[in-house]
């Protein structure tokens, strides 16, 4: 019985400095970009206009909102000299970088559980 209060107290303390540590992180952010604000007021003005033919509201307020250019980012290939510039810097060469069929090829062996193999199929 008493072992068992022990443990009990035990793991009550790790939790509590478990709760202390999350408590003093920063909160989680995700920045959300401009072609990201462009779909989500795309998505509230068909929204808002779908409610105008049904004769819910009068305006469309999404319609008047101005937003910086919603450009995605191009996608560029993972090339050596990409990779290099990565390794040595830790900077990605675009905010979308995209894998050439060999880099997915051994991310995929490295990825397989141990002793498994591939099918004949």
Same mark, same amino acid.
């Given at each position: 019985?008493?072992?068992?209060?022990?443990?009990?107290?035990?793991?009550?303390?790790?939790?509590?400095?478990?709760?202390?540590k999350l408590a003093?992180?920063?909160p989680y952010q995700?920045?959300?970009?401009? %072609?990201?604000?462009? =779909?989500?007021? $795309?998505? #509230?003005? @068909?929204?808002?206009?779908? +409610?105008?033919?049904r004769q819910l509201?009068?305006?469309?307020?999404?319609?008047?909102?101005?937003? %910086?250019?919603?450009? =995605?980012?191009? $996608?560029? #290939?993972? @090339?050596?000299?990409?990779? +290099?510039?990565?390794?040595?810097?830790?900077?990605?060469?675009?905010?979308?970088?995209?894998?050439?069929?060999?880099?997915?090829?051994?991310?995929?062996?490295?990825?397989?559980?141990?002793?498994?193999?591939?099918?004949?199929?």
């Amino acid at each position: 019985m008493r072992q068992e209060l022990e443990a009990r107290s035990s793991e009550s303390e790790r939790l509590a400095l478990e709760r202390e540590k999350l408590a003093a992180m920063p909160p989680y952010q995700t920045i959300t970009g401009p %072609a990201t604000k462009q =779909r989500i007021r $795309a998505t #509230l003005r @068909t929204t808002l206009n779908a +409610a105008i033919r049904r004769q819910l509201i009068t305006f469309n307020p999404a319609a008047h909102v101005e937003l %910086a250019s919603g450009k =995605r980012p191009k $996608a560029v #290939l993972w @090339t050596e000299q990409h990779v +290099a510039h990565w390794r040595k810097t830790g900077e990605k060469p675009s905010a979308v970088m995209v894998w050439t069929p060999p880099q997915i090829g051994a991310f995929l062996d490295e990825a397989r559980p141990r002793g498994c193999t591939r099918s004949s199929t």
